[in-house]
């Protein structure tokens, strides 16, 4: 064998499995959910013979316009407030005293380690109907005895920002901690006052991290799924639970697919600007990244 | 022994850049041997070739009479010290020196007994069980000597080992390492870009650019006698000149006419011709400067001019002086006590004077390398307008 | 020169945010109320219930035992996928690098979702084998990220110094290489691990009767009664997770 053949063979030979596993269990998958959005769907649960364009057209369904825009605006908002606060916490956090940024970066990561389902039942007995914030809230005056805090859109939005923070966090502190402060001082020398030095010098120079923190939070809250179905109520579901409940309720897998590759589109558009962003060095957006894991 | 390692018309190109251009030479045993050149001149590459890294695309590297162009890095008897030490973080100091004779399955008695022996070389026994990070560089760079030579290699590559540490450590380590060699007596292939290293070291030099050797030779004959205008002005600082011989003297020596300056008197070691166009080299120390004009002498050059620029640097003072159309820079040792005398300084009409035989003919020459020259251009332009 | 106190506040107020729930759970596990209402005095029966029941270890030993299996496999495939994607620079491994890349960012849901549709199309029985696939499939692209950024660090003139002093290719790999990107290797495999444990999504697609996992068995627990199990539950995992995030931590600082 040629040394190139047997180079290129060895690089087949260690490509491969990952290769292959992820085309057969990732890239096909993906296929088949476009495909099968163009199916027709049997009443009993099953896929139809044929190709029809009817799935896509029931989408024009009333219902769907309303729960399109609900998860573009949470996933907006949510993604607006999570860097408005990951930003000076970042800071705060590369800028402290080895010692206290140990323990702001520790008491981040834990969190970020916790599991998601239980950081989102908190949320639940915190607001329970007869919770003790609830409670707090009435002796304070502060709401009426039958408000509900939970149930509604807006903690949807609180819980994905819960959720969702350490991972903004995260990525903006790796980032603020490479940051060279002296440009600080250099502008703040050459006359810029503390807040053009911060959005012309310091925002500059993080904004990988913080495109990084974008596609970390926008991304997933598009396609939230577990936290409207838990603290949202009927009125606050995302096209997530359209997917689930098409799946296993209605067992109309066209209808589910159809929504899931829709949603396979909107991620693409973020992801596309960002790529563009950071052609050559896209920015990793592991929900657990390297930052945490090592 | 001569031609104890030789490279026959070596090549090595990386697309189109042609990193190494059909170089040959040839190493005697025991002796220091440096390849000498700016970044990105082939010495580097030479040297992975020697070492096994890189498969030169064309010629061959022989080794006490055996053909090792082919054979992989753990098979030649060819050590190498690394620019960056290449010091496995993972290991203790102690561990790091028995690598080699680990991988050559010596006893455990024999490694123990040469470990102890190189880290007495080294002066590092207190040290054997640290770890790499805890050592400092001037350490490191010993660790990573002892760690090839434990090795009995039959030849010790060092690529750029003292690049990494400040000036005075580089002095140090340079004793030392002239020390170990004396100590060890094997043959070094030293790849430098700087040229004190290369002198303070080198048995012999090679001077490279651009994949290619410029000229070999002893330290003394490489700075006294450069062969090209690159070697002239890359291994010290240097005046330039270009002529037309006028008038071959008796004797050696021959008149020259230079554009823009006086007639100078020059040795002919090249036995050039009338009418024969000549590039002279004149180093900076070879002038003597005088405030009065001093007693003329048969072969002695004697020009006047004006300084224009004046460092002060303790033992000795750099003078650029204006004559006709040139600049030249010169230095002036200090061997007496300063305060005492006035010194020259800016503006004052200065005389020049320097022997016949104290300038070098250069074989080729090329405008170009005058940038390599470290003059300062006061006017930004050339010395010569 | 005087720093802005906002950042400050902002951390502050954030790490409130995030600890004011965790802590009110913690508490209401001593609740002796149904429903975690008001307080009705000191108790510990949830814990004592949480442990009694059988569900809980079962559903426990499954997310393990797929937690492991998918560990092992992500890390061997992983690992191989980072040193592909370090060491060659071709038009396979550009697009190699975009299919390790792309399911770090697609949403969960997705994934589920396509996976769930390429099992039933091939007519594979769901259940904890479907369970371990998918699982594995998210894993491999995180093992390979964490263990790429660490060979980026590697300094290969270490490679060429080992075979300088005698070492074969093979062995220079095994005896330097290895031992300096191990770190590398375990921080993807421990993120593997938890992310196999954490994961509900996915998993809540694939999975078929009787094979029920931790995190399903706490969404099913929260759906329909039994709230004041998950507080008890709950504040047992935060004390995993804490004591496991400290530990990390500090045997990281101890070896740098």
Redesign the interface.
């Known amino acids: 064998m040629t040394t190139v053949a047997k180079k290129k063979w060895h690089e087949w030979l260690i490509t491969g499995p990952s290769f292959i596993w992820l085309l057969i269990f990732f890239i096909i998958p993906t296929m088949i959910v476009f495909a099968i959005t163009f199916k027709p769907s049997t009443p009993f649960g099953g896929i139809g013979d044929g190709w029809t364009l009817n799935t896509l057209f029931s989408l024009r369904n009333p219902n769907y316009p309303a729960i399109i825009w609900r998860t573009v605006w949470l996933s907006v908002v949510s993604t607006a407030i999570c860097l408005l606060l990951a930003v000076p916490c970042g800071y705060c956090i590369a800028r402290a005293p080895k010692r206290s940024r140990d323990i702001l970066l520790l008491l981040v990561i834990i969190p970020f380690w916790t599991n998601f389902l239980i950081r989102i039942f908190a949320w639940k007995v915190l607001l329970h109907p007869e919770g003790m914030l609830k409670q707090a809230l009435v002796f304070l005056h502060l709401c009426s005895p039958d408000a509900t805090l939970l149930y509604n859109p807006v903690t949807v939005l609180l819980v994905i920002i819960y959720t969702y923070l350490p991972f903004a966090i995260l990525p903006v502190y790796a980032a603020a901690e490479k940051f060279d402060y002296s440009l600080i001082e250099a502008a703040r020398d050459l006359g810029a006052s503390h807040f053009r030095a911060f959005r012309r010098i310091f925002l500059p120079g993080i904004s990988r991290g913080v495109w990084t923190a974008v596609l970390m939070v926008f991304i997933p809250a598009l396609g939230s799924y577990v936290i409207p179905d838990i603290v949202g109520g009927p009125g606050s579901e995302m096209i997530g639970n359209k997917i689930a409940q098409r799946t296993f309720v209605d067992r109309n897998l066209p209808h589910a697919s159809a929504l899931a590759a829709l949603l396979t589109l909107a991620v693409m558009v973020p992801l596309m600007i960002t790529l563009v962003h950071h052609y050559r060095q896209p920015p990793v957006a592991p929900k657990k990244g390297k930052e945490a894991a090592q | 022994m001569a031609d104890f390692l030789v490279f026959e018309g070596v090549s090595k190109h990386y697309g189109e850049i042609r990193a190494v251009d059909s170089v040959s030479l040839s190493i005697n045993k025991g002796e220091i041997f440096s390849l000498l050149g700016p970044s990105g001149c082939g010495k580097t590459t030479l040297l992975r070739c020697c070492?096994?890294?890189e498969a030169p695309d064309a010629g061959r590297i022989i080794l006490d009479g055996r053909d090792i162009t082919g054979l992989?890095?753990?098979e030649r008897k060819?050590?190498?010290v690394?620019?960056?030490y290449?010091?496995?973080?993972?290991l203790t100091i102690r561990d790091n020196i028995a690598?080699?004779p680990r991988?050559?399955r010596w006893t455990k008695g024999e490694i123990d007994k040469e470990v102890a022996r190189m880290l007495e070389l080294i002066q590092m026994e207190d040290y054997a069980d640290r770890k790499v990070t805890e050592i400092s560089g001037g350490q490191k760079q010993r660790v990573a000597i002892a760690?090839?030579l434990i090795?009995r290699p039959q030849v010790l590559l060092l690529d750029e080992p003292l690049a990494a540490l400040d000036l005075k450590l580089r002095q140090r380590m340079l004793v030392e390492l002239d020390a170990i060699h004396d100590e060890v007596g094997i043959t070094f292939v030293y790849v430098t870009h700087d040229q004190g290293e290369a002198m303070g070291i080198s048995d012999r030099i090679a001077a490279m650019n651009r994949g290619r050797i410029e000229q070999i030779g002893r330290p003394v004959e490489i700075y006294e006698a450069p062969r090209s205008s690159f070697v002239a002005a890359f291994i010290g600082d240097t005046n330039f000149f270009d002529g037309i011989v006028t008038e071959v003297m008796d004797g050696p020596y021959c008149r020259l006419r230079i554009e823009g300056f006086p007639d100078v008197l020059a040795w002919n070691d090249k036995g050039l011709l009338p009418g024969n166009a000549v590039h002279l080299s004149l180093r900076p120390e070879k002038f003597k400067i005088w405030r009065e004009l001093p007693e003329p002498l048969p072969n002695r050059n004697l020009v006047q001019g004006t300084v224009e620029d004046v460092i002060y640097l303790g033992s000795h003072t750099k003078y650029w002086v204006r004559v006709e159309d040139y600049r030249l820079g010169l230095h002036q040792q200090h061997s007496r006590y300063l305060l005492d005398t006035r010194p020259i300084t800016w503006g004052e009409k200065v005389w020049l004077s320097w022997f016949a035989d104290d300038s070098c003919m250069l074989e080729r020459y090329k405008a170009e390398d005058e940038n390599l020259l470290v003059l300062p251009d006061t006017e930004a332009e050339p010395a010569r307008a | 020169m005087k720093r802005s106190r906002v950042p400050f506040y902002t951390t502050l107020a954030v790490l409130v945010f995030f600890y004011l729930p965790l802590i009110i759970l913690s508490v209401n596990s001593f609740n002796d109320s149904r429903y975690g209402g008001p307080w009705n005095g000191f108790t510990v029966r949830w814990y004592v219930r949480l442990f009694q029941d059988r569900q809980i270890w079962h559903a426990l030993q499954n997310t393990l035992v797929i937690a492991v299996g998918a560990t092992v496999v992500s890390m061997v495939v992983g690992t191989m996928a980072a040193f592909a994607l370090n060491r060659y620079r071709s038009r396979l491994q550009m697009t190699h690098y975009g299919m390790i890349y792309a399911p770090l960012i697609v949403p969960d849901i997705l994934m589920g979702m396509s996976l769930l549709l390429f099992f039933v199309a091939l007519n594979v029985k769901l259940g904890l084998f479907t369970i371990f696939l998918a699982h594995v499939t998210f894993c491999v692209s995180y093992v390979a990220m964490v263990v790429l950024s660490r060979l980026q660090d590697f300094d290969f003139s270490l490679m060429e110094a080992a075979q300088d002093l005698g070492a074969s290719h093979w062995t220079a790999f095994r005896r330097v290489m290895l031992p300096l990107i191990m770190p590398g290797i375990a921080a993807g495999g421990l993120l593997a691990f938890t992310l196999s444990l954490d994961d509900f999504v996915v998993t809540f697609f694939v999975a078929g009767p009787g094979s029920t996992t931790l995190p399903i068995h706490i969404y099913s627990m929260m759906k329909h009664g039994a709230p004041a199990v998950i507080n008890a539950l709950s504040v047992i995992l935060l004390l995993v997770t804490f004591v496991l995030v400290s530990a990390s931590r500090t045997i990281r600082e101890k070896l740098s």
Not at chain 2, 86 to 90: R, V
């Open positions: 070492a096994g890294f992989p890095p753990h060819v050590n190498t690394f620019q960056n290449a010091l496995f973080p993972h690598f080699g991988m050559a760690r090839a090795n």
